[in-house]
């Protein structure tokens, strides 16, 4: 190296939307990104990234980056695209979405998005302050733990719950729904840290998967039918006498009524549901009220379900009723973003909403575009950002079909063609995150941290929040919001005077990167050994004071406004479990599918990336020998996974008697649909009806058959 060689470490954040959100040191030569790795220093990331990440140079650096932007010259659908300058772009869609709006109104236009960024700048919110100007169709965003965290909220109200960093000093620990190893990796040390120290993990999952593996006890449970696991456990606690009845007196509401409810479930009607033999309940249910602390990590597939929402219930009223969360180690972790002081207004700005707009929501796409859900005025205009719609979203198809409709006029904002991205009229650059300035949170562990761009961003790609100045700016909207610089948006997104950010400033944030959040540290954070729970009662309520409105009540981070396609139906107010219609009616698909998420991709992203397709493989469907043997197939054969909606072909994994359950198939999520044969992906099977609460999806419901693919 010579002495006019410029080699800095830049402090950044994993952009991703996942628990871990990993602090991340980039290391800049001469103005490139040459390396990136976890900051060794960061409690939760502790010096590691991940398979997805750990090349993430690449992922700026690749051939394949969305660099300038770009019209369609081909069919919809072909990926054929020309270079344009940002100012013909600009153009395009500023008369575009006039002259829509002129005909049809504002609410012609749907604006499209997710978490494709995570960074509170960039992320979830970033075009809402545009979109409500121009008076465009609210989009509801109900992909990810909506319903689950509306039972939570129901049963505990917002709170971070227990630190993930506890787990050391737990004894007992439930993993349920999630498979920390692929999709939380940097929460596995801890739980391994209490392994080692005589703690005994239990995974309650179909699946077999590594984590799995790695547990103490793994409780296959047929797809579903977590509720009645749950309410069984209750019923032995209370039949036991086993409830912490100081606990369940001071902090909680409902105890009588929710004793009334599980004498409903006996561990053997239970056993009959859920798959798992009686004594296997018994022993799980005494074991968890008597060791502890006993701690929970339950995953967003849980509320993958028609009784999504009740499932989380029934799981989040266990440590009320045996009082788990008196000692640090003790009680439930799904969602610590609550303890980040966001101001959710300011950046989703429901002021800005037209009176009387509607809502739609998101997993309603295909049919909204095809016509087939009837809108007025329909969708004219599409804007995508942060979103992968035709591989995330049910209904693939559909999808497909809506847009490839001609008169529909689509922008898509990317970083790479994706299978969405090929439909686009207009595709935007978008910078990756080693080229943006954010802000994040965390809805992993206590941290928040800060993104400092390490490089120039790369051809003519801009950040999300660029892109939406300069379309304010072409359309001639009235703005208070991007007219901010980054910094000033990022000081008017939280609330710096709250508690838990006292002692933390912007300042501290450049300097350091992260900080922990002003709360007692994991080895004294006991958040509710004397309730303080913040529910409408102050306690946890097993019995819901909630439970009128809950059927329409949608988290604020994921929706504002009413939404008219989903009128909401009051809830029980206890847990309970409903058997799905199909498993009563039997029906010509006996199988029932799960699809997780992919280990080495993030939802679709790295889905076209080499070296993270080669880690996966390709789209397999896992099953077991009984079920591969009764319908003639061999591993490695491919399949065709099909329903009444459509088919996909995949290669069979078949367990080796333990990994899946007789009667379940395992397809994840992620694989690209141009890159797999027969284009289609698992979204083109996945049941689409909405469960319990919340609009959650209920994919762990769906039902296939599986049969070979004759060689010809
Ligand atoms: N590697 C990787 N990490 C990720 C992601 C990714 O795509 N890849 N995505 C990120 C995102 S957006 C999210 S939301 C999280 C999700 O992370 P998780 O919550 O872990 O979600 P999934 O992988 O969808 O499912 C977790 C487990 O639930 C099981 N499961 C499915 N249905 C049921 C059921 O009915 N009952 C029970 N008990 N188990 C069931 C599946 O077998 C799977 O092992 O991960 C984040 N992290
Ligand atoms: N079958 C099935 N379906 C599922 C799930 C499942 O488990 N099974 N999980 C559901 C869940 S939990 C989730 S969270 C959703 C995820 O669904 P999506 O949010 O659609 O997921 P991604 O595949 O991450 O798509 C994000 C896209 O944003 C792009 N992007 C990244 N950064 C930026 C940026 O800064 N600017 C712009 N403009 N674009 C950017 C990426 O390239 C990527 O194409 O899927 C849901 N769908
Ligand atoms: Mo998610």
Redesign the pocket.
């Known amino acids: 190296m010579s002495l006019t060689d410029d080699v800095r470490t830049v402090r950044g954040a994993c952009p991703h939307?996942?628990?871990d959100t990993c602090a991340m040191l980039v290391t800049v030569e001469n103005g490139k990104a040459t390396k990136v790795r976890g900051d060794p220093d960061h409690p939760f990331t502790q010096g590691g990234l991940?398979v997805?990440v750990n090349d993430y140079t690449n992922h700026t650096y690749s051939p394949n980056r969305v660099l300038y932007p770009l019209r369609r010259v081909g069919r919809k659908g072909e990926g054929q695209f020309e270079r344009i300058t940002w100012d013909e772009a600009l153009d395009e869609i500023a008369t575009r979405f006039q002259s829509i709006i002129d005909e049809y109104g504002g609410q012609a236009i749907l604006p499209y998005s997710y978490?494709g960024t995570e960074g509170i700048l960039n992320g979830l919110t970033v075009g809402d302050p545009f979109f409500h100007r121009l008076g465009a169709t609210v989009s509801e965003r109900t992909f990810?733990?909506s319903s689950a965290c509306t039972a939570y909220f129901m049963t505990l109200g917002p709170t971070a719950g227990l630190d993930p960093e506890s787990f050391v000093h737990s004894k007992y620990i439930l993993l349920?729904?999630?498979?920390i190893r692929?999709?939380?990796l940097h929460m596995w040390p801890f739980i391994k840290e209490a392994q080692e120290r005589g703690a005994k993990v239990v995974a309650?999952?179909?699946?077999r998967?590594r984590t799995a593996q790695s547990a103490d006890w793994h409780i296959p449970?047929k797809?579903?039918?977590?509720a009645a696991l749950a309410l069984g456990m209750m019923h032995v606690i209370i039949a036991g006498d086993l409830v912490d009845e100081d606990y369940v007196d001071n902090h909680t509401v409902g105890f009588e009524d929710l004793a009334k409810r599980v004498q409903e479930y006996p561990p053997e009607r239970v056993s009959e549901i859920t798959g798992i033999p009686a004594a296997d309940i018994v022993t799980l249910a005494r074991e968890y009220a008597t060791t502890n602390p006993a701690a929970i990590r339950v995953?967003?597939?849980?509320e993958?379900?028609v009784n999504g929402g009740q499932a989380m219930r029934a799981i989040a009223s266990l440590p009320g009723l045996t009082g788990a969360w008196r000692q640090v180690g003790g009680g439930i972790l799904q969602l610590p973003l609550w303890a980040f002081p966001l101001k959710w207004d300011v950046l989703q700005r429901p002021d800005l909403i037209r009176p009387g707009t509607r809502v739609l929501n998101q997993w309603l796409l295909g049919p909204a575009l095809t016509g087939e859900l009837e809108l007025d005025p329909p969708i004219k205009g599409l804007f995508v950002y942060n979103c992968n719609p035709v591989v995330m979203v049910p209904q693939q198809e559909k999808t497909v079909a809506g847009l490839a409709r001609e008169d529909l006029f689509t922008v898509v904002s990317e970083q790479y063609l994706t299978d969405t991205a090929d439909f686009a009229d207009i595709v935007l650059p978008a910078t990756t995150q080693l080229e943006q300035f954010d802000i994040m949170f965390s809805w992993g562990h206590l941290y928040i941290s800060l993104n400092q761009p390490a490089i120039e961003p790369l051809g003519e790609a801009v950040s999300n929040v660029e892109q939406f100045r300069r379309l304010t700016q072409r359309m001639g909207l009235e703005d208070d919001w991007y007219r901010l610089s980054d910094e000033e948006m990022a000081l008017a997104a939280y609330d710096w005077s709250a508690p838990p950010l006292e002692g933390i400033t912007l300042d501290l944030l450049k300097e350091k990167g992260w900080a922990r959040l002003n709360l007692p540290g994991p080895d004294e954070y006991a958040p509710h050994a004397e309730g303080n729970f913040p529910t409408a009662s102050g306690k946890c309520e097993f019995y819901s004071s909630m439970a009128e409105q809950a059927g329409n009540f949608v988290v604020p981070v994921f929706r504002e406004g009413y939404n008219e396609f989903q009128p909401g139906n009051a809830v029980d107010p206890l847990p309970c479990y409903v058997t799905p219609e199909e498993d009563l009616n039997g029906g010509p698909y006996p199988l029932k599918m799960?699809s997780?998420?992919?280990?080495?991709?993030?939802?679709s992203q790295y889905g076209n990336m080499d070296y993270q397709r080669r880690v996966q493989g390709e789209q397999s469907v896992i099953m077991s020998a009984d079920d591969a043997e009764a319908r003639g197939i061999d591993e490695g054969q491919p399949v065709r996974v099909f329903n009444e909606q459509g088919e996909i072909q995949a290669v069979a994994r078949i367990g080796t008697g333990d990994l899946v359950a007789r009667g379940v198939v395992?397809c994840s999520v992620?694989q690209w649909r141009k890159l797999n044969p027969g284009a289609a992906t698992v979204n083109a099977i996945n049941r689409t009806a909405f469960g319990d609460m919340g609009n959650n999806p209920t994919f762990?419901d769906t039902r296939v058959e599986v049969a070979p693919i004759e060689s010809s």
């Open positions: 939307d996942c628990p991940c997805k978490l990810c733990d349920w729904a999630c498979n692929s999709t939380n309650i999952d179909p699946l998967h449970i797809p579903g039918t977590d995953g967003v597939a849980i993958r379900q799960i997780p998420k992919s280990h080495a991709f993030l939802s395992v992620g762990s």
